[in-house]
């Protein structure tokens, strides 16, 4: 018998001695970032790095695959006992000596995850990870002139990038509302100082807000060079503009962190049935259950009532309003509604 | 069941208005349900899973008395978790706002021999949306005992106590069986049905793997001490069926708990709902040791109230839920575990008797508890 039908075997054989629980289910107990497990990591620092900016040192499990340089990452965090996935920017270098990532957020208004890593999380935490993603990252062959155009929190994946790849000749614009909430800001001098980055800041409070038309003002060569933009919709749109009126839109590679649009309203919204491929009107105050059965869909379904949960399925798309609390959900990977208490709330993508 | 009905007194707006107030109870509690929930029952899960672990662990040892004694008393424990305070309320979906695919109630599993997806059907949908309502809700002497003088007695009823001796011991098979509709669809014309077939056939898988597990896996781990390990999750698997028969006759059987017609649901309000709730469950009283051995089912009244609602929460909930009892002059039926036991094996006796005295009664309700 080979090794892994032997192992396989000894699995199996496991499972029997454990179930109806999986021998994973004791193994997290004991090592939940031990290869074979689900992804997770354990937050083991958090660095503060402008007064609602913060960098989380993460040691991610053994199944971790790496990333490249500008890449991203979604992470699983429990705020207030409730499981929120969200997607941050890797900030540390590839070649991290001790195997941890970092990733750096900036709170936002209302934002639910942003806030607790800035302000709430503490060393030991476990989250979940997904491998990293994203095609905002630096090509093989290494360009000669490079710009980094960025806003923010839009600074994090070219953090990434400046602290993994040194370039003979990189020029960055960055643009924050003072000189205190730019992130990274000794680091991005002691880089200045060291001749290894040309910065220009732009202080939104004092400046106003960057001009691209006027980009050529501060880089002349600017439509030379290689270009990642990242940073709010509005800078990247006028970007992707200016580029493109000058003919060199290849050169430039944009990441937008695209905010949630969500249209919750009190009138319903269109429903889309996305397996059985149905879409209908429904109003603000039908549950989805009977919107479902009246649309022909084989809809799971028990006591109607709210309180036998056997009518859960995932929302996929959009916003619901529970019928019984007026609490609005917004579709999240993972996120599963009862149909039988909610109505649409604005458009909505239903599993089913 | 008395012939006096005790809501009699309630105007169908007192008892909207009802209906009204225990939703602000519950909303109270979602709107702060949060981190420390989460802790509570994660903790729990740990705890659960290492005492097992760990009980399974002295067993390996079993053929000393003592190694046998503790391992024992450790697994009922163990199981008695994961029945009770754990698989019984994550099947409700009282954890699903966590978001946790890992403790959700549709992929959960537990140490029993019907599958979890049965039993939600049983459970949750029959059970709680038809609550002691008689002919719909089977949880009412699960369909092979007489609960209330007006239905009709028969001389197999002379065996009741028994069965329910033999249920309370096998408690998990007698679910599983009462999950399938056993009774009904054994008769020949149900028995081809397709969908009968499927689920069980979940049933026998469920129950061969269970079986593996703790009487030759585990038994056959513990080589020299094979046969006192087998003896060990026998005693378990008995002390747990024993002690969650016990708790669930305590939850709907005992004296002063009312039981419903099949027309009263019909049109029936959320303050009726309520109210019917409110009137068909009976507590257990007792320290936080019991609550939580009980799987927090102690607070039934709450727990049929409120079903999703996280059962760390049910006592503070109960304190409110008692004053509107008192506010709206209604009996909250709950008494020690050994007080309520009692009262319901006296109803399972008393009632395997004909009635002494013949009441009078309608023959419509006659009609319609004879088709129940």
Same mark, same amino acid.
């Not at chain 2, 329910?164 to 096998?170: E, I, L, Q």
């Not at chain 2, 936080?288 to 799987?295: D, E, I």
């Given at each position: 018998m080979t090794s892994a039908a032997l192992r396989s075997r000894a699995w199996k054989l496991l499972e029997m001695v454990t179930t109806p629980l999986l021998p994973s289910d004791y193994l997290d107990l004991v090592s939940p970032l031990r290869a074979g497990a689900d992804l997770r990591g354990r937050i083991e620092a958090v660095h503060p790095e402008t007064g609602d900016a913060a960098t989380v040192v993460i040691r991610p499990g053994r199944g971790w695959r790496g990333h490249t340089a500008g890449q991203y990452v979604r992470i699983g965090v429990d705020v207030d006992g409730r499981r929120l996935w969200r997607a941050y920017s890797i900030t540390s270098p590839t070649d991290r000596q001790d195997g941890r990532i970092t990733i750096t957020a900036k709170a936002i208004p209302d934002g639910k995850v942003s806030n607790h890593l800035v302000h709430r999380a503490t060393p030991g935490t476990l989250i979940q990870l997904d491998q990293p993603t994203g095609d905002f990252v630096l090509p093989q062959a290494r360009p000669a002139k490079v710009l980094y155009l960025t806003a923010g929190s839009g600074i994090t994946p070219v953090m990434g990038m400046l602290r993994d790849t040194e370039f003979d000749d990189v020029v960055m614009v960055h643009c924050a509302p003072q000189p205190q909430d730019v992130i990274f800001r000794d680091e991005l001098h002691g880089l200045v100082a060291d001749k290894k980055l040309r910065l220009t800041e732009v202080h939104t409070a004092t400046d106003g807000r960057l001009d691209i038309a006027r980009l050529g003002e501060l880089v002349p060569d600017w439509a030379e060079r290689e270009t990642w933009a990242c940073g709010p919709a509005g800078l990247l749109d006028a970007a992707e503009e200016h580029w493109t009126e000058h003919g060199v839109q290849e050169r430039l590679h944009t990441e937008r962190f695209r905010p949630r649009i969500v249209v919750a309203g009190d009138d319903g919204g269109e429903v889309t049935f996305s397996a059985t491929g149905k +879409?209908?009107?429904? =109003?603000?105050?039908? @549950?989805?259950? =009977? &919107?479902g059965e009246e649309a022909g869909v084989l809809m799971p379904s028990g006591c109607r009532m709210g309180i036998c949960f056997g009518c859960v399925t995932p929302l996929r798309a959009g916003a619901v309003r529970d019928l019984r609390t007026g609490e609005i959900t917004e579709a999240e990977p993972g996120v599963l509604i009862q149909t039988c208490v909610s109505a649409a709330a604005g458009p909505c993508d239903i599993e089913r | 069941m008395t012939t006096i009905d005790p809501t009699a007194h309630l +105007?169908?707006?007192? &008892?909207?208005?009802l209906g009204r107030e225990l939703d602000v109870i519950?909303?109270?509690? &979602?709107? =702060?349900?949060?981190e420390k929930d989460a802790a509570y029952i994660r903790r729990v899960i740990s705890a659960q899973r290492k005492l097992e672990l760990a009980s399974r662990g002295v067993l390996l040892f079993s053929i000393f008395p003592p190694a046998w004694l503790l391992g024992t008393a450790g697994l009922s424990v163990a199981k008695i978790m994961d029945n009770m305070e754990i698989g019984h309320n994550v099947l409700h979906g009282q954890w699903d706002w966590m978001r946790d695919p890992k403790i959700h109630s549709t992929t959960w599993e537990w140490d029993h021999v019907s599958p979890a997806d049965q039993w939600k059907h049983s459970h949750n949908e029959l059970h709680h949306t038809y609550t002691n309502v008689i002919g719909k809700d089977n949880d009412l002497g699960y369909g092979i005992m007489r609960v209330d003088e007006d239905q009709k007695w028969h001389p197999l009823h002379l065996g009741q106590p028994l069965w329910?001796?033999?249920?309370?011991? %096998?408690f998990e098979y007698g679910i599983a069986a009462y999950d399938l509709e056993l009774g009904k669809n054994l008769q020949k014309r149900h028995r081809r049905n397709p969908e009968f077939r499927a689920r069980a056939k979940a049933v026998g898988r469920k129950i061969r793997k269970q079986v593996l597990k703790d009487y030759v896996i585990h038994p056959l781990l513990s080589g020299p001490s094979f046969l006192t390990t087998l003896a060990a999750t026998f005693t378990a698997n008995l002390v747990r069926n024993i002690w969650s028969h016990s708790v669930i006759m305590c939850g709907h059987f005992p004296e002063g708990v009312q039981v419903f017609e099949r027309q009263s649901v019909n049109g029936e309000t959320r303050g009726q709902w309520y109210l019917r709730q409110m009137m068909g469950s009976a507590n257990i009283s007792g320290s936080?040791?019991?609550?939580?051995? +009980?799987?927090n089912l102690s607070h039934q009244i709450e727990h049929h109230? %409120? @079903?999703?609602? @996280?059962?760390n929460r049910y006592a503070e909930v109960a304190v409110k839920v008692r004053a509107l009892f008192e506010k709206y002059e209604l009996e909250y039926v709950t008494g020690p575990l050994p007080k309520q036991v009692l009262s319901a094996w006296r109803k399972v006796f008393r009632l395997s008797l004909p009635n002494k005295k013949p009441k009078g009664k309608t023959p419509a309700r006659e009609k319609e508890l004879v088709a129940a």
């Open positions: +879409t209908v009107d429904a =109003d603000g105050t039908t @549950p989805l259950l =009977d &919107i | +105007t169908a707006e007192q &008892i909207e208005e519950r909303d109270e509690v &979602i709107a =702060d349900r949060g329910n001796f033999v249920n309370a011991c %096998f936080r040791a019991m609550h939580f051995m +009980t799987g109230l %409120f @079903p999703d609602l @996280p059962s």
